[in-house]
């Protein structure tokens, strides 16, 4: 599977961006999807995840009622829908995919496959 993210880019405080992630193949249905960041300085962290089917989501606690993440298998991609951005949301995203179906997907070792990222910028 190949992953490639885009969507990043410069907002003010309080914006919004969407973030895109297209998969290559045809066995995306199969994949958990997930989302990480890293902010300059930082560990990589997760952001939130999508199970295969999409019913159900989870996310870490700093995005939680500000971002919203969903796929469409129809068309292979992942999203990421940021709102109320802040200043400390700053990063560098990447989406990822694991066929490991099981819980820890917070857990980016449990990941088999990563997109190149894409920037995203939140100026005060």
């Known amino acids: 599977v190949q992953l490639q993210a885009c969507g990043g880019g410069l907002v003010q405080a309080g914006g919004s961006l969407r973030l895109s992630c297209a998969a290559s193949?045809?066995?995306?249905?199969?994949?958990?999807m997930g989302w990480f960041r890293q902010a300059p300085g930082k560990e990589r962290e997760f952001v939130a995840a999508i199970s295969r089917s999409g019913g159900s989501t989870y996310y870490a606690d700093s995005v939680k009622g500000r971002f919203t993440i969903s796929r469409d298998n129809a068309k292979n991609t992942v999203y990421l829908q940021m709102n109320s951005l802040k200043p400390e949301d700053t990063a560098v995203y990447y989406c990822?995919?694991?066929?490991?179906?099981?819980?820890?997907?917070?857990?980016?070792?449990?990941?088999?496959?990563w997109g190149q990222g894409t920037l995203v910028t939140v100026s005060s």
């Open positions: 193949g045809r066995t995306f249905s199969m994949y958990v």
């Open positions: 990822a995919a694991k066929l490991d179906a099981s819980s820890h997907y917070y857990t980016q070792q449990l990941y088999d496959y």
